[in-house]
């Protein structure tokens, strides 16, 4: 039912499974980063449903951080589509994979302004002057719809649990931003019947992104999903767990234990890992491992590839 929604033709396939090893711990990683030909992860996860129908010559607008992981790929989705993008920015620490993100953003819309705090993007994203045929992506790409890709994502794990790609693990780890992923992923892991918990590891301020908001969308997401068919019966209650102790003080900011271990397994396994979300949730991830004795997974989001590519 899930797939009757529209989508964009984006190439989206099943992402790989492997394990990943690390002074002695061993954590079953979902390569989402893999799960498109170009700017993987889990925000194509959601722009294959929101950029659904995007014709060329149409226009794109979103809002986000100065180095948005978000704002880049929807940037290049929608390119990819024939649409172009223009998106209002807040300043936010920056590191050198973020400083990247932040150049390309500028590189790929029609237009990407800096303006003085989130605050005043968001009001400037509200106020902008409506053009013709175009088409709003949400911060985050989270909205009842945007989830219904991680909810997706979420059937596709749980099918390669079936097929035994990896063993059922007692926690998944994903970073926590607008809390979208965590939130479709614990609806869909639910819906699968597979008992584990989302364990949201959060990368920004406390303020708005708290077990309130994701029990909001938790029920947002279920009511668009039931609207398609499903009874409600099909959807049990799912719940997602914040982790908040590798935050490192401030959204960008790099966590030392958390760079230390991306280096390691950058240079053992080749992964891509940036310091604002992915790195923080691998480190949560290899630290719950270490006193574990049930599987424990770690979602990978953020594609690295274009990082190599002049």
């Not at 998106?87 to 003085?116: F, K, M, Q, Y």
């Not at 949201?200 to 668009?224: F, K, Q, Y």
């Not at 960008?252 to 992964?271: C, D």
């Amino acid at each position: 039912m899930l797939d009757t929604l529209p989508r964009a033709p984006l190439g989206l396939v099943e992402s790989p499974i492997e394990e990943w090893k690390a002074d002695g711990v061993s954590v079953w990683v979902k390569r989402d980063d893999r799960n498109t030909p170009v700017m993987g992860g889990n925000k194509a996860r959601a722009l294959e449903l929101l950029l659904a129908g995007l014709q060329k010559g149409d226009r794109v607008a979103t809002v986000g951080g100065v180095g948005s992981t978000h704002i880049l790929a929807t940037a290049v989705h929608a390119a990819r589509l024939g649409a172009v993008t223009r998106c209002w920015r807040w300043p936010h620490e920056l590191h050198p994979v973020a400083t990247r993100v932040a150049d390309a953003i500028a590189a790929n819309c029609e237009s990407s302004p800096v303006l003085g705090g989130a605050a005043r993007a968001l009001a400037a994203a509200f106020l902008r002057d409506r053009r013709a045929r175009e088409r709003w992506v949400p911060f985050g790409g989270t909205s009842a719809v945007g989830m219904v890709g991680h909810m997706k994502a979420a059937l596709e794990f749980a099918l390669q649990v079936e097929r035994a790609d990896c063993p059922a693990p007692s926690m998944i780890f994903v970073p926590l931003g607008t809390g979208g992923t965590a939130t479709g992923l614990a609806v869909g892991l639910a819906t699968a019947g597979l008992k584990t918990r989302v364990m949201a590891v959060r990368c920004g301020p406390r303020t708005g992104v708290d077990a309130a908001w994701l029990a909001w969308l938790s029920w947002h997401l279920r009511r668009r999903v039931e609207r398609l068919g499903v009874s409600s019966d099909q959807l049990p209650p799912a719940s997602v767990t914040i982790v908040h102790d590798v935050f490192a003080g401030a959204y960008a900011r790099p966590h030392p234990g958390a760079e230390a271990l991306a280096a390691t397994l950058e240079a053992h396994v080749g992964a891509g890992l940036d310091a604002t979300y992915s790195a923080k949730a691998c480190y949560a991830a290899f630290q719950h491992a270490r006193s574990s004795r049930t599987p424990v997974l770690f979602w990978h989001t953020f594609d690295a590839r274009w990082l190599s590519r002049p």
